[in-house]
């Protein structure tokens, strides 16, 4: 994998992750919340028909898409710079790895372990009453557009554009929103939440791990599927 290609994919988990979740800052008693929350979560494990509400209720389905889409646009971009075919071909077999460790039958049981580990029934909770409100169905909705504003080059969004304004707007919104007492637990949730994009990150790196570098004799060099 070129060293731009593995570029893109950091400034892809950066962008989502700093975009997809407001900056909350914890005090110790906030601290030690999470610390009891992590406890009940061991103590009640979570019911599997409460994290399918929560799936459905974040569309998080529609985000691992959108990541494929991303990742696919990528690797376009960089075949259409790379005049030795060795190179495109190994390229275009990543990309087919990639989409199937992305598919939503491969990454839904991933999502689910993490839920249960970090969340509690209580967060769970809390969060599909977050996304089912006007507030947190505005976050969701706008959540794959901030995922394109994130990305370099010419993916970078315009900030004259309405569409653009509006969702900064709201997401300056939703920002100040996390920072009172009432959002603040919501805030702290989606903050964990955050370590989905940097999951579905963590599967492309492994599939680009698992493909060497191109031998000089032009020959693609490759790891058995795992």
Known sequence: MSDRALAWILCLSFSVVSLAAPAVAASPVETVIVADVDAAADASPLADADLERLLTASRVQRLVEKTRELFATMMKQAMSQM???????????????VDQVLSWDAVRPALMDYYREMYAERDVLQLIDFYQSPRGAIYVDMLPRLM??????????????????????NLEEITEFVQTEEGRR??????????????????????????????QSGKAATAPMK
């Open 83 to 97: 005049a030795d075919d060795a190179k495109r071909q190994q390229v275009m077999q990543v990309q087919k790895r």
């Open 148 to 169: 394109r504003y994130g990305v370099g080059g010419e993916m970078w969004a315009d900030p004259d554009d309405d569409e653009v304004k509006r969702d900064m707007r």
């Open 186 to 215: 919501i805030g702290q949730l989606l903050e964990m939440e955050s370590g989905v994009p940097l999951l579905l990150v963590s599967r492309i790196a492994t599939v680009t791990n698992d493909i060497e570098e191109v031998p």
